[in-house]
Each structure stands twice: as structure tokens, then as C-alpha cells.
């Protein structure tokens, strides 16, 4: 169960029901390709009526901001996991596999924080153990086509576990996507492995270059939104004193004392409790005020503009006389 509404995921996706609905047509169908539409109709069906749920639930003051990210990370992970087991049952099965036909589909980005606003980028990364293999191709192509085809925008990598440690020593976005995640799906001790490589052979040292390297990303990212806290057209993600920047905080914490969740960084005394609360406090308003403007403009809109402000405050019951 997640989110201050207490959604229930299997309510708003029964992911088990959609197995079996799958299964039957497979076994009723021997046409590929016409097997491939009709299980996209039943999928797409129940994923865009379980986020229609969603937002109401926003709409009508039922689930925070926060809360529905919560909500919509867990119906990607829902939703995910019934088109990989669909491809590996259904069209690319692998009786005896060998050891290169595995992986693991992690989430990275927000969504390996287990966020996700109405119009995010779902970021995923494939993980194989070795070079790539017909089987491994087919199956990721699979997944992804019938990502796109659900109306989703999809950022992607497909790496070996060797890859993903030697690019991430190389290229700090790519070590702050691998600190950050998560596993979906798919052979889960490769994801372990892939978190042990991380903390033992990245993640060494005292980290000075990589919190060198996120205060730079910081203060570049500030120079292009606007140097002021005060702005009033705000980005409520990128700009100065957003969620970037507290996300930014937590991955200097997170890597420096090798934890996986922030709120790990009050024991090491990197915040206080109190301190730990105000951070919680801000990027809940935050949400709710990215999660509303999502759902108002359609589309993944991170600034705040002038022709968006008076209907947002009305939705959020911030009332006067005058609507600026």
C-alpha cells in the first residue's frame, strides 16, 4: 500500500489478473503480431484507467502530491513487470537459458526513487552480464516498444555490469543514475551484483570529485534558471531552492556515507531530526505543486508561469480577493 490515501496497487492494477487475461489470449491466438495489438488494447486499458484514477484522486484532495508520484511509480513497476514476463512467456522463452540470457530492468532517475509526476521521462536501465545476446535484444526491444506504444517518453541504457562500473567511474550523471537504482524486474542477483561492484569500486575514496562535480551541475543549473530564490516564474524542479537541489543534497549524503535512503543521513549526523522534517515539509509542497501543474497543463511543465498561477492556487485552496 502506498501514498497518505492508502492506494492499494493491486486495486488500481491487478497485475495477476492481467497475467491470466495475457495468457489467454496467447494460448488462443498464434498469430504474433495480432497477439502483440490485443495484449497492448488489454494493457494500455487497465495502465490509463489506473492513472485516471490517479488523478481524480488529486483532483479531489484524496492523495498528496507526493503520494501520487508514489502511486504512479508503483503502477510503472506493475505495469513493467506484466509486459517483461508477457515477452519472456509469451514470445522470447527461454527453456534452458544460458548464463548470458539474463536481465535485470532497474529503475534510475526519479523513478528509481520510486517518483513519478504525470508527464516524467521513465529512465530504465538494462543490466546484462556479459555481451548483449539475440535473446536479450529481442526481449528489451519488446519492452520498450510496448512502452512507447502505451504513450510513454523512455530513457534508456543497456550496459553490462563491467560497462556500467566502468562508465559510471567516468561520467558522474551515469554514477548519480546507479546510485539512485532500484530494481524492477527481471534476474534480481544481478542487480546486487551491480549494487556491490558500485559501493566497492566506485564509490571509493573520500568523494570529493563527485561532490565537486554535483555542486558544479548546481551551480551551472542555477546560472540558467536564475540565480534568485525569488523568481516569479519559478521551476519548480531545476531552479534555486527546488527539488533538484534537495535531491542534490541526498546524493552527496547517500554516496559519501554509502546509504541507500536519505532519511539513513539523520543517524549519521549529516542532519538533525528536526532539519530532516523541514526537508520532508518542502519537497511534499513541492510535489503538490509539480503534480497540479502536470495534471493543469498536460504535459511535463516545470515552470511556474503568470497564465498558470491563479487557477494552481485556486486548485491548492490558496484563496484571496484579488486571484494573484
Not at 262 to 274: C, I, K, M
Amino acid at each position: 500500500r502506498l501514498g497518505d490515501a492508502g492506494h492499494d496497487i493491486d486495486r488500481l492494477l491487478d497485475g495477476d489478473a492481467l497475467r491470466r487475461a495475457l495468457t489467454a489470449l496467447a494460448h488462443a491466438s498464434s498469430d504474433k503480431a495480432r497477439l502483440r495489438k490485443d495484449a497492448l488494447a488489454y494493457i494500455k486499458t487497465a495502465f490509463l484507467d489506473a492513472r485516471a484514477t490517479v488523478k481524480s484522486g488529486v483532483e479531489s484532495g484524496a492523495l498528496s502530491g507526493l503520494a501520487a508520484a508514489r502511486t504512479l511509480s508503483a503502477l510503472q513497476d506493475a505495469t513493467i513487470q506484466v509486459i517483461y514476463d508477457f515477452a519472456t512467456k509469451h514470445f522470447y522463452y527461454a527453456q534452458n537459458p544460458t548464463d548470458a540470457e539474463r536481465i535485470a530492468v532497474i529503475a534510475t532517475g526519479g523513478y528509481g526513487r520510486g517518483e513519478l509526476a504525470p508527464g516524467s521521462d521513465i529512465d530504465l536501465l538494462f543490466v546484462r552480464p556479459f555481451k548483449q545476446t539475440p535473446w536479450g535484444e529481442s526481449v528489451i526491444e519488446f519492452i520498450l516498444y510496448m512502452l512507447w506504444d502505451l504513450g510513454l517518453k523512455v530513457g534508456h541504457a543497456t550496459r553490462s555490469l563491467g560497462e556500467c562500473v566502468r562508465l559510471s567511474k567516468q561520467d558522474s550523471t551515469i554514477k548519480t543514475a546507479i546510485l539512485e537504482a532500484r530494481y524492477l524486474w527481471g534476474d534480481e542477483k544481478l542487480y546486487e551484483e551491480l549494487r556491490k561492484k558500485f559501493w566497492s569500486e566506485v564509490a571509493t575514496g573520500n568523494g570529493q570529485d563527485f561532490v565537486e562535480a554535483k555542486l558544479a551541475e548546481r551551480g551551472e543549473r542555477h546560472r540558467r534558471q536564475g540565480e534568485s530564490r525569488y523568481l516569479v516564474e519559478p521551476n519548480i524542479k531545476e531552479g534555486k531552492g527546488g527539488l533538484r537541489d534537495l535531491q542534490t543534497l541526498y546524493w552527496i549524503g547517500k554516496y559519501l556515507y554509502h546509504v541507500d535512503d536519505a532519511a539513513a543521513l539523520v543517524q549519521h549526523n549529516v542532519f538533525t531530526r528536526d532539519e530532516y522534517k523541514t526537508f520532508q515539509k518542502a519537497e511534499a509542497f513541492l510535489w503538490d505543486v509539480r503534480v497540479r501543474l502536470h495534471y493543469l497543463v498536460g504535459r511535463a511543465e516545470e515552470r511556474l508561469s503568470f497564465d498558470v498561477q491563479p487557477e494552481l492556487a485556486k486548485a491548492m485552496h490558496f484563496t484571496d480577493d484579488n486571484p494573484r
